[in-house]
């Protein structure tokens, strides 16, 4: 038996490769969008001071924000077992995790741009007599969702690499894949630039799409510009 | 009619109006005057709802601002204008002046546009009507501001300082605009800093000092001779 050929690379592994990427883009997308929703929900209740629930979001954030990725992911995928008895697929830990953890800081960016918000904006909608979510749905989430467009994108560059993470719970991503092609051809300097390669072909478009949105969105706003006064 | 019954209003610790009571009648134009700082904007802003009252009650046609059900009708009949113009910069002046007569007043968007059409020939600014707030300049935007209050067809219309934050030339524009309200009988609340405006279009005069109503009466006998020491310093303040 050669043991020396599975030392190699192969046809097969760029393959591998390539899968690896697809389940990176798949965890990513499907945290981002998720995560933006939730941010959305959170945001709206804190905003309005829900009663019971704008604490309850405090807390989500505050607790999501500031506690490392890992940490969280181990918990889900290791700590549910042990507490409640759900055992997840690594996939669906992953996006779970993934997912909570974006809508925390997407609460927190989307709250800042509803504050942005001059407060003269709402008292001209109320004096004339809108009611919250008249003001809201008019008035002020048009002018908010500017806002939130650069932090966003610059929250996606980094929330894609950290999906790389999810390598440790047995999701089989774009690092993953790094480390098994890694154990069998004990040659990092082959494998670890080509998978930051790979990282890197997915990000830069997203960062150039984040400066080509600063760029774009001058604002528009004139309360921004500074009056014409 | 607006009624002022013993008016309190504080910001935390700090007082800022003072058992203020008045009545303002329909028809009637009001400047409220003072010194800076005498509480006059708060004023207005109390009968609209925009600061909520301490102590007192104000009633607007007999609805109370105290009564949350309430405030949604009171400021359906009080327009307000504001010296920041505050227009909605993502819409364009059409939409701005037909937003909350098509979803407060439910007109619909055939009648709201032909309405704001009116104003803003009334205004002058028909050729305006696809531009956004930031093309225009602030007394333009001003006069559009007051088309939006008035596309709401209210009773009264409150006025926060709207010449303050205009340069002297853009400033005119906007009084005539106001002049020809006053003319056409709208009731009006103005607080001003423009004193020889006031003089000239309002019937009555109310005079704030820190907090504390000091005169109400017609603006003839208030700019006449013979007054209250305070009233005396701020009119020659002014003057200058």
Redesign the interface.
């Known amino acids: 038996m050669d043991l020396y050929q599975y030392t190699q690379f192969t046809s097969q592994d760029a393959w591998l490769l390539l899968r690896g990427i697809g389940w990176t883009v798949l965890v990513f997308a499907v945290s981002m969008a998720t995560g933006i929703a939730l941010g959305a929900a959170c945001a709206l209740a804190r905003h309005a001071r829900v009663p019971v629930l704008a604490q309850l979001v405090t807390g989500y954030v505050e607790l999501f924000r500031n506690s490392p990725v890992l940490v969280q992911l181990f918990l889900v995928y290791y700590g549910l077992p042990m507490l409640a008895g759900v055992r997840l697929e690594p996939l669906t830990a992953a996006l779970l995790t993934l997912s909570v953890n974006t809508g925390a800081f997407m609460t927190v960016i989307i709250h800042a741009a509803l504050d942005a918000v001059p407060a003269g904006q709402w008292e001209a909608a109320m004096a004339s007599g809108l009611r919250y979510r008249q003001v809201m749905r008019y008035v002020v989430l048009p002018q908010a969702v500017r806002t939130t467009i650069p932090p966003t994108i610059s929250l996606a560059v980094g929330q894609l690499q950290v999906t790389s993470l999810v390598s440790l719970i047995n999701v089989v991503d774009l690092a993953k894949v790094g480390t098994i092609l890694n154990m069998r051809t004990l040659r990092p300097f082959a494998v670890w630039p080509v998978v930051g390669l790979g990282y890197f072909a997915l990000s830069k478009p997203l960062s150039l799409l984040a400066q080509w949105a600063e760029d774009r969105l001058r604002p528009r706003n004139a309360w921004m510009r500074g009056d014409r006064n | 009619m607006i009624c002022l019954s013993h008016l309190h209003k504080s910001f935390g610790k700090s007082e800022v109006l003072h058992d203020i009571s008045a009545e303002f009648a329909d028809g009637a134009v009001t400047a409220i005057l003072g010194p800076s700082g005498s509480g006059k904007s708060t004023l207005i802003r109390c009968i609209?709802g925009?600061e909520e009252v301490t102590e007192g009650d104000i009633t607007v046609n007999g609805l109370s601002v105290r009564s949350r059900r309430r405030l949604?009708e009171i400021?359906?009949q009080?327009?307000?204008v504001?010296q920041?113009f505050?227009?909605?910069?993502?819409l364009s002046v059409m939409a701005n002046i037909t937003?909350?007569p098509m979803?407060?007043l439910r007109r619909g968007r055939d009648e709201a546009e032909a309405k704001a059409m009116a104003l803003l020939q009334q205004v002058a600014m028909t050729d305006k009507a696809s531009s956004y707030?930031?093309e225009?300049?602030?007394g333009q935007q001003q006069r559009v501001?007051i088309c939006?209050?008035l596309a709401?067809e209210p009773a009264y219309v409150l006025l926060d300082e709207v010449t303050s934050?205009?340069?002297p030339e853009m400033t005119a524009e906007v009084l005539d605009t106001i002049e020809a309200l006053a003319r056409a009988g709208t009731t009006m609340l103005m607080v001003t800093h423009e004193i020889a405006f006031a003089q000239r279009i309002c019937e009555h005069v109310a005079f704030l000092d820190e907090g504390r109503l000091v005169a109400h009466q017609p603006a003839a006998s208030f700019f006449g001779a013979g007054q209250d020491e305070r009233i005396n310093r701020f009119l020659a303040r002014m003057a200058h």
Do not use: E, I, T, W
Request: proline share 6%; glycine share 6%.
């Open positions: 609209n925009l949604g400021r359906r009080c327009a307000m504001f920041q505050n227009l909605y910069p993502h937003l909350s979803k407060v707030p930031s225009l300049s602030g501001a939006r209050a709401m934050a205009l340069d």
